[in-house]
């Protein structure tokens, strides 16, 4: 089954190019392929794929867009967010227990490490943040 099918989305209209609010993210390589193929993605210039799936900048909600710029190479021990303005930026998470990105990797493979993608919509945090109250509690 497609992952289109498995997740419902919602168009949100503040950023510069079209995004969905996703009740979750793709967890494969296959289904984030497939997701970006369902928005019509395309490739950057360095021929990478430009489909994305990450949290909001106050981490209320995961978004699933086609970024309109590069897709780069980001710093182990930080995870993703797509900020107000619609640019792609980072989240320290060297505080969580596991799960936080070990090596550099490119931003539209952040889909490797769930735990960046796991968030408390209704506190606006990092389930794996030791911050994060109601640490216990998966959304």
């Not at 793709?26 to 369902?38: I, L």
Request: charged share 20%; net charge neutral; hydrophobic share 30%.
């Amino acid at each position: 089954m497609f992952y289109f099918l498995l997740v419902k989305s919602y168009p949100v209209k503040q950023y510069r190019f079209p995004v969905n609010e996703v009740n979750s993210c793709p967890t494969t390589n296959q289904s984030w392929y497939e997701a970006g193929v369902q928005l019509n993605c395309t490739y950057d210039k360095n021929n990478r794929f430009q489909y994305m799936c990450i949290p909001n900048q106050a981490k209320t909600a995961l978004l699933e867009f086609c970024y309109d710029y590069f897709i780069r190479l980001h710093e182990k021990g930080h995870c993703l967010h797509l900020t107000d303005s619609g640019t792609v930026n980072e989240d320290s998470c060297k505080s969580f227990n596991d799960g936080c990105p070990y090596r550099p990797y490119l931003s539209n493979n952040i889909f490797l490490f769930q735990r960046c993608l796991n968030i408390n919509k209704q506190l606006g945090c990092f389930i794996d943040d030791p911050q994060c109250p109601l640490v216990n509690q998966r959304h």
